[in-house]
């Protein structure tokens, strides 16, 4: 099994920054393509970032020139480094994994998501 890890949330001021973090770990894996969602209260989760395995990464229109998402591989780890939050950008981020794991002498396409880290903007 997979399991995904975020950290990095909190209470921070508008314009300010923070840095989310999202650890992989477990089962023997290739890396296909890696997410930030959010939800806020009363809302669907969203797509907020992704980066695939090749290095292409698409963003949120409410997030584009703000959030960057980018991994380092040595530690198996995806962030979302987010600067000039605004207030409508509190929510509970979730890191999303689309991987390909080896079970059983094969390679299963699988996905995976984190237990959720809250950031909250104060306007």
């Known amino acids: 099994q997979v399991q995904l890890v975020e950290s990095g949330g909190g209470l921070v001021q508008a314009g300010g920054s923070l840095r989310l973090s999202c650890v992989i770990s477990?089962?023997?894996?290739?890396?296909?393509?890696m997410n930030w969602y959010r939800q806020a209260p009363g809302k669907q989760r969203e797509l907020v970032a992704g980066?695939?395995?090749?290095?292409?990464?698409n963003y949120a229109d409410t997030v584009k020139d703000r959030f960057t998402i980018s991994r380092d591989n040595a530690k198996n780890t995806v962030y979302l480094q987010m600067s000039s939050l605004k207030h409508e950008d509190t929510a509970v981020y979730y890191c999303?994994?689309?991987?390909?794991?080896?079970?059983?002498?094969?390679?299963?396409?699988?996905?995976?998501w984190g237990q959720g880290t809250q950031v909250t903007v104060s306007s």
């Open positions: 999303n994994a689309n991987l390909n794991v080896l079970q059983y002498g094969r390679w299963v396409g699988a996905e995976y």
């Open positions: 477990g089962s023997m894996f290739r890396n296909n393509r």
């Open positions: 980066l695939t395995s090749g290095g292409a990464t």
